[in-house]
Structure formats: C-alpha cells, structure tokens
C-alpha cells in the first residue's frame, strides 16, 4: 500500500540570528506516513535545527513546510494544534521537563490541549504503565536518572497521541541498558503506527532499524533512501562524518571474497547475517565439490625484483622464508613486478621469475583455492596499483584473493618501522647521523617519507634523517638539515626492501651526484651500509602482520 505523505518540506532556509552561515540551506524531503526514518549528519548539519522547524518552534525565513497536506500556519491556535500532533523529544530532557513531579509533568501536555481532569488522570496512568515510569511517578523531575528523564520526556509526548514523533538522538548519554529500554519504546511507537524520525551518529542502530536514513550535509540533504543504499555510498559517508555499519562492512567484505555470494539481500543485523554464514556452511558448493575438502592456500609475494643475487638472497628470499615459517599451512609463490629485472635475469642466468599474471596461473594450475597476496613494496605506490589490478583479473579463478598491505600502510607501521631502524643501527653513537635512501613517487603515497621522517624526530631519533632518490624529501633538503645537526659522522643506508642498483650507485656510488660523494664533499666523515630493508627483522615481521590481516 503507497504511503501517505506526512510532512513535505521544500526548500527550507534558516539561518540563526547573528550567524553567518545558514543552518538549513534549501532542505527538501517529504516523509511518508507510518515510516521509521534516520536523519543522520555530521555535527552542524541542520538536523536539531530542521527538528525545531517541523515542530513549529522555528519558522524558516524560506521555503515551505506542510503537515498532512496543510501548509503550517504560524498563530498560537494552529501551532498548539500542531504540537500535539508532531511530538519533539529533545537531545537533553533538561530543556523539556519543568514541572515538579513526574505524574504532573506527564499530564501538564494533555491538560493544555483541554482534556478534562479523569481524561488526563487515565491517559497518563496509561502511558506510565506502558512506558515502566510507574514506580517513580510522585518524584521530582530534577531528582531523575538521564535514563528515566528520557523515559519521562517521551511519555510527554505520547500521551498527547502524536502522528509524528521526533527525536533527537534519543541514546544521547544513556548507558546500554537505557539505550535499549528507549529502543524498544521506539520499537512501540513505530508498531503502533506512529511515524518516528530521528537523529542519531550510530550507523549500526539506524542501519538495522530504519525504514529510510535521510543524509543531511550543510543544511541540505545530500542522499536518502533505503539503509542498504545510503550505507552503500562511501563518499557520502565520508562526507557526514559516518561510519558504515558493521553488519554491512562485513557483508560486503565477504562478497568481495566471493565468501558469498553479491545477490545474497543485505543482511540489516547480525543474526541475519549469521543465517546468511550458516547458509554457506551447510552448501559449499565450489567447482562442484564441497569447499573444505579443496581448499587449498597460498601467499604469492610481490616484489619489484632486482639482479644482485646477493642483496636478493638476504632481502626477497628471507622474507618469503619468513612468511614460509609463519604460515605453514600455505604454499608461498614469488613475483616480481619489474619486467625489465626479470628479463635481464633469465637471459644472464636462465632463471626465471614469474609475473604476477603468470604466477596467478601458476597457483590456478596448482589448485591453489585461496590466495593472499603480500606486496613487499615499500609504500601504496603505483606500483602497488598495478599490481593489484593485474592480480585481480585473474579473480575469477579463485575462490578467495585477498591483499596484504605494503610495508608503510598506518601510523602504527611508521612506528614499528622507526623501531626496527633504530634497533637496526642501535651500534651508533647520538653523533651520527643516520641517513637513509628512500626510492620516492610522484605518487601522493609519497607523503609516507616525509611523515615518517618526521616520526623519527618525534620518537627521539633527532639524528635519523630520511629522504628519497627521486621525490620529496630530497637530497638537498636533507643536506640542510643534516648540517645543521653537526654529526661527526653520516652513515648512509638505503630505505628499499633491497640494496640493489640506487644503493650503489645513486648512493654509494663515485660519481659526484652520489649521495656518498655530496656529504664527503661538504668535510663530513660518510660511510655506507649496503643493507636492504629486507635484512631487518623488524621489517619482515611487519609484513608477517600485514600478511596475517589479509587472511581470511
Ligand atoms: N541557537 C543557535 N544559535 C546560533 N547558531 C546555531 C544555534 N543552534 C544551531 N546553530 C548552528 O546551526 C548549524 C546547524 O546546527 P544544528 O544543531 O541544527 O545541527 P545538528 O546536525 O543537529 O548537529 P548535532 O549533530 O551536533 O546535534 C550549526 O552551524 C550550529 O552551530
């Protein structure tokens, strides 16, 4: 059955006395009858102030308002009228309750709109029983729990028998258990027919409970519609301040996965998506055979590549070897991503390395069901990118592909990265200074260095300097800062997973370009370390924790 519209509003303008900035700024939406609507939006978006105006305490300079079909009208007689049937329960009981006992604040609404004394009497016993305010009726207003003024303040409300009932983030303070007493006399109201809007930051909540989730964005709606489509859009998520919820992060992960299927109806809770995973249990069905007598898992390890054998023994192979003895249960494949290495190595040794195309139809023709696939790339640079696209076209042929992050992905791998570095070159003296050779993009993934460079100073290694060959930060900015910190010493090390053709040349080389050479030339005692990042322990632990996140 179509349902009737409620409110309509079109083209709503408020702005505050004294303020600059308009609160609601061309608002439209209509609310249909019946409906469990969330307004959902980041801090200042316009919801109180959009609640204010529908409730008529509010009259917007612009625009239209119209309740069941009647434009609001503005006279005292019409504004009590409409009170009674759009009911407002604010974010803070304090500014709605003031009468001096709880069974008088609860009638105080009804008597007003001219109920006789045993009308109000009766409605109000009524609405105390339902709403479990019974037993502390006679108490003052003042002396309530938060949980039991919301309890009160709603009552307020529904004893008038509103059509509409608004509020405002009703779990605001409430401890869970208030939070879900309140719950379930929203839960109430709603059976009863009750049209309920309202405002809440908590994605989980309006996800499994509305109907619609209207979206405000500087006092204007930027998206509504159902939760499963709202929730969807990422961008406007970001742009409300929202998290997705969890149930749908999770759905949605799993269809990534392939875990389940993308046809599968939105789960709105968690039992539904529980039922949804017990559905796949009971039918395994993959390539026709049930899925845990096939599954087979593997960790394919990405690397640039290089042609020192040396450096790439110490460096790619020990952190394979690391990630064999972390994850016994799956076979570990190599690729490189640089072509150009992989055909120079095959014509000068006759080895062959895969790429990471032909490695995925290497694993496919092994039987391999699950990959994880673990970049060991320094940062989130195009290089990564590629990587992922090309391993993605082979998604088809997999049960499960799953990526590991690179090296310098969070906050939390800058600082375990500063700790490896650190207990890495803990022989220096404070006087040493420690610079080392990042490889750098024009990518904006780029910014890793310089943050990190930073993170550095801020965990106390003020003579640990990082920069890059060919971005920011570079030679010459780390010259300056370098000479102002006075080492008796520069101890060079490349910042790449391997110590390959930029350690030796770009900076350990002769020529005068070189980064050894344009200390030297400024009278600084330099020395270098010709040790790749893959030869820290630190680091190939942190790709074991990367690797360990991205599996299933
Ligand atoms: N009484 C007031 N006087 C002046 N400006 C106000 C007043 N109330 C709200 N505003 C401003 O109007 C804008 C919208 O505020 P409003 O309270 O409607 O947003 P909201 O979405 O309900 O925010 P929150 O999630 O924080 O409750 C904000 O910029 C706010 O600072």
New binding site residues.
């Given amino acids: 059955m179509k349902k009737e519209s409620i409110i309509k509003a079109q083209n709503l303008c408020y702005t ?1 006395e ?2 600059e ?1 308009p ?1 609601l700024n061309g608002l439209s939406l209509e609310i249909k009858q019946g409906k469990k609507i969330a307004v959902m ?10 609640f204010l105006c529908l409730n008529g305490i509010l009259r917007p300079q612009k625009g239209t308002l119209s309740f069941c079909g009647t434009p609001y009208s503005y006279d005292k007689k019409s504004l009590l009228a409409l009170r009674s049937r759009v009911g407002i329960v604010f ?1 803070d009981p304090d500014n709605q309750l003031f009468s001096a006992s709880v069974r008088q604040e609860i009638s105080f609404g009804i008597l007003n709109l001219g109920a006789d004394n045993e009308t109000a009497l009766r409605e109000t016993e009524t609405i105390m029983e339902e709403l479990d305010i019974t037993e502390f009726q006679d108490r003052p207003t003042h002396a309530l729990s938060g949980g039991q003024k919301k309890q009160v303040a709603i009552a307020d409300i529904l004893v008038m028998h509103p059509d509409i009932v608004i509020l ?2 009703p779990a605001a303070a409430l401890d869970p258990k208030h939070t879900s007493l309140v719950n379930k006399i929203i839960d109430r109201m709603t059976d009863a027919g009750i049209t309920v809007l309202l ?1 809440t ?1 908590d994605s989980d909540y309006a996800f499994s409970w509305a109907d619609e989730v209207i979206l ?1 964005h500087q ?1 204007r709606v930027l998206i509504s519609g159902a939760p499963e489509e709202v929730f969807a859009d990422h961008t406007a998520l970001k742009a409300a301040n929202l998290f997705q919820p969890a149930v749908l992060a999770m759905f949605e992960s799993l269809c990534r996965k392939e875990i389940i299927s993308a046809k599968t109806p939105v789960p709105r809770n968690l039992s539904e998506l529980e039922h949804i995973i017990e559905g796949i249990q009971r039918v395994p069905v993959y390539g026709g055979k049930t899925m845990h007598h096939i599954k087979k898992k593997a960790i394919l390890a990405v690397s640039f590549g290089t042609s020192y054998e040396d450096t790439r023994k110490k460096t790619i192979e020990a952190i394979e070897q690391t990630l064999e003895t972390h994850f016994p249960e799956h076979k570990i494949y190599r690729a490189w991503t640089s072509r150009m290495i992989i055909e120079k190595i095959r014509k000068r040794d006759g080895l062959h390395i895969d790429t990471v195309s032909e490695a995925m139809e290497r694993m496919k023709a092994d039987g391999i069901t699950d990959v994880v696939i673990q970049p060991t790339h320094v940062i989130n640079g195009v290089e990564n990118d590629q990587m992922k696209e090309d391993a993605e076209s082979h998604r088809d042929s997999f049960h499960s592909i799953s990526f590991g992050a690179p090296l310098l992905t969070s906050e939390s791998d800058n600082e375990t990265m500063v700790k490896a570095v650190a207990s890495e070159f803990s022989w220096m003296s404070d006087r040493d200074a420690l610079v080392l050779m990042g490889h750098g993009t024009t990518h904006y993934a780029n910014t890793v260095y310089a943050a990190l460079d930073y993170r550095f100073k801020d965990m106390g290694y003020k003579n640990i300097f990082l920069g890059t060959v060919e971005a920011f930060p570079s030679m010459q900015s780390l010259m300056r800062m370098v000479k102002e910190f006075q080492p008796e010493r520069v101890i060079l090390a490349p910042f790449m997973i391997v110590a390959g053709d930029h350690a030796r040349h770009d900076m350990a080389g002769d020529d005068p370009d070189s980064w050894y050479s344009q200390f030297l030339s400024e009278g600084l005692k330099t020395e270098c370390v010709m040790k790749g990042l893959g030869e820290y322990p630190g680091v190939r632990e942190l790709f074991v924790t990367h690797a360990e996140e991205a599996v299933l």
């Fill in positions: 505050y004294g303020e900035q609160a939006g980041a801090n200042g978006s316009g919801k109180s102030t959009f974010q405002d983030e405002s930051h405000f006092g």
